[in-house]
C-alpha cells in the first residue's frame, strides 16, 4: 500500500453511506489485500465478509449499507493489540480504494456478528466495520454523535510524546525522524476518541504506552484500549516504512520512571 499518510490524514469513520453495494471489483480487491495482511506479533486475523440482511446484523450508527467485514483471531497473549494492527491495515487499505469504514466495538448485535463469523472455541471476533461508499452528507445523528465524542480533537503532540523521560515532552522539531511517524499516530482513531496512545522516544528508539481510561470493555480475552495502542502501531510502523526507516520490533520495557498510569506495550528500534 503506497502514500500511507495520505490515506491516513483522509481517512475518518464513515457512518453514512450512499446506499450503493460494492462493486465485484472492490470486494475482490479487499479480499486479496486482506489474505496478505500480517503484524508484528504474528497472529493472524481473518476477514469475513457479511451481509446484514443474512445474519441478523444490525449497527444502530450506519446507514446506506448492508454490508460488514469481521476480523477473526485466535485468543492469546497480545490478541488485541495484534488485532488493532491487523485490522488497521485493512481499514487504510479500504480508505485508498474510497471506501468507508468504522471501527465497531460496541454499537452492534455483537452475538449476530460472532454467529455470522463461525467462531471456533478458541478464536473471538474483537471489532468489525461497515464497508460502502461515503455519502456526500453525513446524517444528522452522525454529526451529533462526533460533537458528542469530541472526534475531531486531537490531544497536541507534546502531551502523547515523550523525550526519553515522562517528565519531558518531545516537541515536533526535536522529535526528527519520528516526527512523522508519531504526527500519524495523533490521527490514529480511537475507541470514544480517547487517545489513549503514549511513546517515548530514546536512543534510537521509540517505545509505545497505553495510558488507561475507565469504562472501556476489558475481559480476560478482549481489551479494547489495547486495540487503539495496535492500531498506533500500525500507523507508526506504516508511516516509518514509507520514511524509509529500518525498525525491528521489540517487547522490551525499558521501565521509564513514571507516575501516571501507563503500561508498557511494544518498542520499534532503528534496525
Ligand atoms: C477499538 C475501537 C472501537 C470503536 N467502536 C465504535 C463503536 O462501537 N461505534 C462507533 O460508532 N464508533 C466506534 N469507534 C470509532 C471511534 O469513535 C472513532 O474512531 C473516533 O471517534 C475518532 O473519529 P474518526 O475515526 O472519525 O477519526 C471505535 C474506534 C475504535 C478504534
Known amino acids: 500500500m503506497n502514500n500511507i499518510t495520505k490515506h491516513i490524514k483522509t481517512r475518518r469513520s464513515v457512518r453514512t ?79 485508498s480504494l474510497g471506501i468507508g469504514t468504522t471501527w465497531l466495538g460496541g454499537t452492534m448485535n455483537r452475538s449476530a456478528f460472532e454467529t455470522a463469523m463461525e467462531l471456533s472455541d478458541d478464536e473471538i471476533m474483537p471489532c468489525a466495520s461497515p464497508l460502502g461508499y461515503p455519502a456526500k452528507k453525513m446524517s444528522i445523528r452522525e454529526g451529533m454523535m462526533r460533537k458528542a465524542i469530541k472526534a475531531d480533537e486531537s490531544l497536541p503532540f507534546e502531551n502523547l510524546f515523550f523525550d526519553c ?63 487503539d495502542m495496535g492500531i498506533a502501531l500500525c500507523h507508526f510502523d506504516l508511516t516509518a516504512k514509507e520514511c524509509g526507516l529500518n525498525l525491528a520490533f521489540e517487547l522490551n520495557d525499558p521501565k521509564f520512571e513514571t507516575n501516571s498510569d501507563v503500561e508498557y506495550v511494544a518498542s520499534f528500534r532503528l534496525a
Open 17 to 95: 453511506f450512499d446506499g450503493r453495494e460494492l462493486t465485484k471489483e472492490d470486494i475482490n480487491s479487499l479480499a486479496e489485500f486482506a489474505k496478505t495482511i500480517e503484524n508484528p506479533y504474528k497472529i493472524p486475523v481473518d476477514f469475513k465478509f457479511m451481509n446484514a440482511k443474512e445474519h441478523g446484523l444490525n449497527c444502530p450508527v450506519s446507514v446506506g449499507t448492508d454490508l460488514f467485514v469481521g476480523g477473526k483471531i485466535k485468543y492469546t497473549e497480545n490478541t488485541s493489540v495484534a488485532f488493532g494492527y491487523s485490522f488497521e491495515m485493512f481499514v487504510l487499505y479500504a480508505q
Open 165 to 227: 523521560s515522562f517528565a519531558k515532552p518531545l516537541s515536533k522539531e526535536k522529535a526528527d525522524k519520528w516526527t512523522l511517524p508519531l504526527e500519524m499516530v495523533r490521527l490514529a482513531p480511537s475507541a470514544v476518541n480517547k487517545q489513549p496512545w503514549r511513546a517515548v522516544a530514546c536512543d534510537e528508539a521509540v517505545h509505545f504506552y497505553l495510558n488507561r481510561r475507565k469504562g472501556f470493555a476489558r475481559t480476560e480475552k478482549l481489551d479494547m484500549q489495547m486495540i
